[in-house]
């Protein structure tokens, strides 16, 4: 990786141990944008703006207790004379949820915004993986 991604991907590895291991979700604020949306598999309508979105990180890590958190295989382009970036990636969740051990695994999207010398997600799309049909 050159040094833009590597920055833009250390910036979201940051962003994911806040709210996975060192349970600081409020932190949040620090890495989403102000006008940040999102879109999850368990919100029928998006998620939008900056407090909404570090709310809703905040509620999951307060109803799932995080055991491991991984990012596997990423990918990033940039755009915008290097001012914008889509990154992928693909993730391993192992938690307890209501008593409940999880194994989750799926995909994130997220773009950011290289704004006041700094990398911002402004918005995010993760889902699982789909179902595999058994034909």
């Not at 102000?34 to 109803?63: H, Y």
């Amino acid at each position: 990786m050159d040094n833009i991604k590597t920055e833009i991907w250390k910036t979201i590895q940051s962003m994911n141990r806040l709210w996975t291991i060192e349970s600081k979700p409020d932190e949040l604020v620090k890495y989403f944008h102000k006008n940040m949306v999102a879109v999850s598999p368990s919100d029928r309508l998006r998620i939008t703006g900056q407090e909404a979105c570090v709310n809703a990180w905040k509620a999951f890590s307060q109803m799932a207790k995080i055991q491991s958190w991984k990012e596997l295989e990423p990918k990033i382009d940039l755009y915008g004379g290097d001012n914008f970036a889509i990154v992928t990636y693909y993730y391993e969740i192992t938690c307890e949820i209501g008593g409940q051990s999880m194994n989750l695994q799926g995909r994130d999207m997220l773009s950011l915004i290289f704004e006041d010398g700094k990398w911002l997600i402004i918005a995010d799309h993760f889902s699982p993986y789909p179902q595999q049909s058994s034909s």
